[in-house]
């Protein structure tokens, strides 16, 4: 999943199809960014036309929530647990993947609902090593890493475990969305296209 943090709201077009050419589904756009509200209704917009599944990120309470599906957002991610925000979700149908780090917090989204764990920030507490760790006694739930995952770690996320992984400013630069380098961001993409697949099957969103 990638995470576009700064996506200026003209360029999603440019977005769009830079995810499309490299086989990446799956975009999420940070709420606590400059545009960001329509930053996202624009990606959004354009996801339904090319099959790019879009959500928000940093859904904090419900006026972020409200904002979020107000937007067209297809699947909710937060920094930790808010159990309100997760319930709605659930209420609505809305895949939810709140951020925990510790197995307390990660039994604890489990139990509200949420479709997977955003375990956050994984490079700070071990990187793939945790998530190797976790998945002792975590077996069957969803993870995905997140905070600092670059392509040349991504395999051992996925041989330690995890189901899907996030990345951002390595892959998606700030300067080059402004500038509507795409090219230069898909070249960053190289490595995306064959992890892709199993993460729509694990959030169960429809393609």
């Known amino acids: 999943m990638g995470i576009?943090?700064?996506?200026?709201?003209?360029?999603?077009?440019?977005?769009a199809e830079t995810c499309v050419i490299t086989k990446?589904?799956?975009i999420e756009v940070p709420l606590n960014t400059e545009n960001a509200a329509k930053a996202l209704k624009n990606l959004c917009e354009e996801g339904e036309k090319n099959n790019l599944i879009v959500g928000a990120g940093t859904v904090l309470n419900e006026e972020d929530l409200k904002i979020a599906i107000d937007c067209g957002a297809k699947f909710i991610l937060s920094t930790g647990i808010n159990p309100v925000v997760v319930e709605k979700c659930v209420e609505k149908n809305i895949p939810c993947?709140?951020?925990a780090i510790t197995p307390t917090e990660i039994m604890l989204a489990h139990r509200l609902g949420a479709a997977a764990i955003k375990v956050f920030p994984v490079s700070s507490m071990g990187g793939a090593q945790y998530i190797k760790e976790l998945r002792g006694p975590f077996k069957d739930i969803p993870l995905?890493?997140?905070?600092?995952?670059?392509a040349e770690t991504v395999m051992d996320y996925f041989n330690s475990g995890c189901d899907f992984v996030a990345f951002g400013a390595s892959v998606f630069p700030v300067a080059d969305m402004r500038t509507g380098n795409w090219q230069s961001i898909e070249r960053n993409l190289w490595w995306v296209r064959k992890f892709d697949e199993k993460a729509i099957r694990m959030l169960q969103v429809p393609q």
């Open 4 to 15: 576009v943090r700064g996506l200026p709201p003209e360029q999603a077009s440019g977005c």
């Open 24 to 26: 990446l589904k799956y």
């Open 97 to 99: 993947i709140p951020g």
């Open 144 to 150: 995905l890493a997140c905070g600092g995952v670059r």
